[in-house]
């Protein structure tokens, strides 16, 4: 492959200016149209859940593990497989390089029946900023794009910001004492040589999002109520302490070590789940905080879906106790029969056993239920 390459420099170094243009221009119909066709791919694989079948906990995560895509381009491009059936005509103007990537992706969440072809129209050609700017006229956007950044790296020996002064301009150099010019000169020079390492300093996070003023007075209730003043001054603090107060609460592994610690002196652990006889079947599908706690324990806090390959799914948010035989058909609540999934295959293994659209009935009936 190195050697493939290397030959391709020597045949496009032979090209004219006007013939490297016209291939490069070629490549990029090629890229679109590939991209645009790989997003079809995106939309099926989506409707027949074969990333989470293949053990991923999301489309998501299989496209960066397991078709090796950049994180960065990854949201887009399944922000339009999510409306491509229904848009086609995104696809299409991706494909003839009417709009970007980026730009599709910008307009899938604002499409219509009625003005899907408008809008794409009017943004052909656009930039991202342009785009944007369009798009305030269709739905303004929040004060603030939720974002969590991590800080730019600093060395413990480096001067605080307050303290910085801008460097002085460098002096430019003489025509006669630059270097010569080099035949194919890199991509993009350096601008400064490497820095000396320092002592590393912890990493810090930037958090930032738009919140209603519910939020904003329950914000200072819990300061005033923590005994923190300033509450805005001492954001981090005030939310430090009510994580610490939410993991103690909800943690299961702070709830399993807590019961451990209270269990140390017993010779054997309480088995408590069975409020029936052993061989009786169970009446509802309570499960005993002490029973969900040691599961969680076992399955190690991750989903143990295991995928048409063997790979075990890596999710350890949202994590649900799941029933490996079916509860509404065995009635058995015995730990060995519970299992911790993540909601996406909780919800995979529902439909296998009782049928996608009896699922998707039983959702609508709950959200039925739920709304005013």
């Not at 329950?218 to 994580?243: D, S, T």
Request: glycine fraction near 2%.
């Amino acid at each position: 492959m190195v050697e493939e390459f290397r030959h391709y420099f020597t045949k496009i170094e032979k090209l004219s200016s006007d013939e490297l243009l016209r291939s490069a221009q070629k490549l990029v119909v090629s890229e679109n149209t590939s991209i645009a066709k790989l997003i079809a791919h995106l939309a099926e694989m989506s409707s027949r859940k074969t990333a989470l079948k293949l053990g991923y906990n999301s489309l998501y995560q299989y496209c960066i593990e397991g078709l090796n895509l950049s994180e960065g381009a990854v949201p887009a491009r399944i922000h339009v497989a999510n409306v491509s059936r229904r848009f086609p005509q995104l696809l299409v103007g991706l494909a003839e390089r009417r709009i970007s990537l980026t730009v599709a992706a910008l307009l899938a969440p604002h499409l219509t029946e009625d003005n899907v072809e408008q809008v794409i129209s009017d943004c052909a050609g656009k930039t991202r900023k342009k785009t944007e700017e369009y798009l305030v006229a269709i739905k303004p956007k929040p004060v603030f794009e939720p974002s969590i950044r991590k800080r730019p790296a600093t060395t413990a020996l480096d001067p605080s910001p307050r303290d910085t002064t801008a460097p002085a301009p460098a002096p430019s150099m003489s025509p006669s004492l630059s270097s010569p010019v080099l035949n194919h000169p890199p991509v993009e020079t350096p601008k400064s040589s490497p820095s000396i390492l320092q002592p590393a300093r912890p990493a810090i996070f930037n958090f930032r999002f738009s919140a209603d003023m519910e939020f904003k007075d329950k914000f200072e209730r819990l300061a005033e109520v923590m005994g923190v003043e300033n509450a805005q001054k001492n954001m981090a603090v005030i939310l430090e302490k009510a994580l610490d107060i939410a993991l103690e609460k909800k943690d299961p592994k702070k709830k399993l070590e807590r019961r451990r610690k209270r269990q140390s002196s017993a010779k054997e652990k309480s088995r408590s789940n069975e409020v029936t006889e052993k061989d009786e079947p169970a009446k509802s599908r309570y499960v005993a905080s002490e029973v969900s706690e040691r599961v969680h324990d076992r399955d190690g806090y991750q989903c143990v879906y295991l995928g048409l390959d063997g790979r075990r799914c890596t999710a350890r948010v949202g994590l649900q106790l799941d029933h490996r035989k079916p509860f509404a058909i065995f009635r058995s609540n015995d730990e060995a029969d519970l299992r911790i999934l993540c909601a996406s295959h909780n919800l995979l293994e529902a439909e296998r056993v009782y049928g996608p659209a009896f699922i998707q009935q039983k959702i609508a009936e709950q959200r039925k239920s739920r709304s005013p």
